[in-house]
């Protein structure tokens, strides 16, 4: 697989190149990205972001969360060696069609009080939802130019969270006078269940890698060459690199908070202030991650410097949430509250899911932003985008698996999670005070390989 792609400024640029057609441009691409995103695990997102799915209890959404999130383990594993068969574009698409299956479970169970289409939906979502976030992530770090490589991630990942935003609004008009605990209407899963029925369509929209066009002139490539065996057994050996190894605790701790923060929701608030939740949260979410996208790009800051600012910011924020967290969830599990947004003490509580979904988006856009700097040659995009979505799928598994049990979902999910950030302080920050330093700028390395790859062959 090759990725082509230049850095603005430090390599030279066609002269003969002409401006992008929109539908062929990098922003065109982000935008059917988004979308995709949007229809499929945005609303995967939505429904959780209701807190527990939009059930009542957390305990068997979770459970089924857990088995999705081991199936895509493996899916995201052999995702590479499948784009070497179908082409990324068609993984992309195959990718969003399990999505579908897994919110008629919730229909089915929230009406009728199915539970086994649950778990069959939450299997067929795993299966295909790997696939679907390796093609994605590979996509993100390839499509843009260097330059706009933060505003494309934080762009994309605002589709992400507008899955809550429309969700939480949805709902929030439908639940507005539930003032209790309970579980969200069903006629919300129908409009869920068309949208996701749309994201296969979605992606026929995307531009294929070899038809864009960016602004820098240069084509893009991500396709895989060689034997599928061949490509797995290169994906093995770049997990066991040093670099990989020692981030692995920082995506854990990272994405281990999805459950946390979405049991947290559904114990403790009503059917109208979760709504609310994923309403609010979802707009403080795309605003913090849009930011910090625009600081990653800035060029007037050394790029040593920006990932280490964004480093410390992020640690230390999560660390002040996550003692907070602590203290709030062993007074509630003594407490056992139930708030809505008109009782005493709601706006405390609120407050820290608020921060928690913030901080949540941040570390997860800034994880792109240290992965696509740990690449060193253009073949490993696409591999590190597996396993980075593989990583984030085996500690969900766990996070959504522990967060099923009633006895410890409460306060244990939380504890784990400051636990996991002080575990990924140390081995994360060797990996990224070498962004700049030691490591380079091997996006850039790539962009002159290709370069020099181009000249040889012409």
């Known amino acids: 697989m090759t990725v082509s792609a230049t850095s603005t400024g430090a390599l030279s640029l066609p002269h003969d190149h002409k401006k992008p057609r929109w539908y062929r441009a990098t922003f065109y691409n982000a935008l059917i990205l988004g979308i995709c995103n949007f229809l499929a695990p945005g609303i995967w997102g939505a429904m959780n972001s209701l807190g527990a799915g939009g059930q009542q209890t957390p305990h068997l959404v979770n459970a089924a969360n857990a088995l999705t999130f081991c199936l895509m383990v493996l899916s995201c594993f052999f995702s590479s060696a499948l784009v070497n068969i179908i082409g990324i574009k068609a993984v992309l698409i195959i990718g969003t069609m399990g999505y579908a299956p897994y919110a008629a479970g919730l229909y089915t169970n929230n009406r009728f009080g199915t539970e086994w289409l649950v778990l069959v939906g939450a299997a067929l979502c795993g299966l295909s939802a790997g696939l679907f976030w390796m093609a994605e992530a590979a996509i993100a770090l390839a499509y843009p130019e260097p330059h706009n490589q933060g505003r494309f991630l934080g762009f994309w990942l605002t589709f992400r969270v507008m899955g809550q935003l429309i969700g939480g609004a949805i709902n929030l008009g439908l639940n507005a006078k539930e003032g209790h605990a309970g579980k969200v209407s069903y006629t919300v899963y129908i409009v869920f269940i068309v949208l996701q029925c749309l994201a296969p369509v979605a ?130 599990d003594r407490t056992h509250p139930t708030f809505d947004w008109v009782d005493d003490g709601f706006g405390s509580a609120f407050a820290l899911f608020l921060l928690l979904v913030l901080g949540f988006q941040l570390q997860y856009l800034y994880l792109y932003f240290v992965v696509g700097h740990l690449a060193r040659t253009p073949e490993e995009v696409v591999r590190i985008a597996g396993l980075l979505r593989g990583t984030e799928s085996a500690a969900q598994a766990v996070s959504y698996g522990l967060s099923s049990v009633s006895s410890f979902a409460s306060v244990g999910g939380s504890a784990i999670n400051f636990g996991l950030w002080g575990v990924a302080l140390v081995p994360a920050w060797l990996v990224v005070r070498d962004i700049g330093g030691r490591l380079g700028d091997r996006r850039e390395e790539r962009e002159r390989q290709i370069e020099h790859e181009e000249k040889v062959a012409v």
Do not use: H
């Open 203 to 332: 992606g026929l929209l995307l531009t294929p890698p070899k038809k864009v066009e960016r602004t820098d002139g240069r084509p893009v490539k991500l396709e895989i060459q060689g034997s599928s065996a061949r490509e797995l057994v290169a994906t093995a050996k770049l997990f066991l690199t040093r670099e990989f190894l020692l981030i692995i605790p920082l995506i854990a701790q990272a994405v281990y908070a999805e459950a946390v923060m979405f049991t947290y929701l559904s114990l403790w608030f009503s059917v109208r202030a979760r709504a609310l939740g994923s309403f609010t949260s979802a707009i403080v979410a795309l605003t913090g991650g849009n930011l910090l996208g625009w600081f990653l790009d800035s060029k007037s800051i050394q790029l040593k410097l920006r990932a280490r600012g964004a480093f410390f910011f992020i640690m230390a924020t999560q660390a002040g949430w996550w003692i907070w967290a602590l203290v709030l969830t062993t007074r509630f």
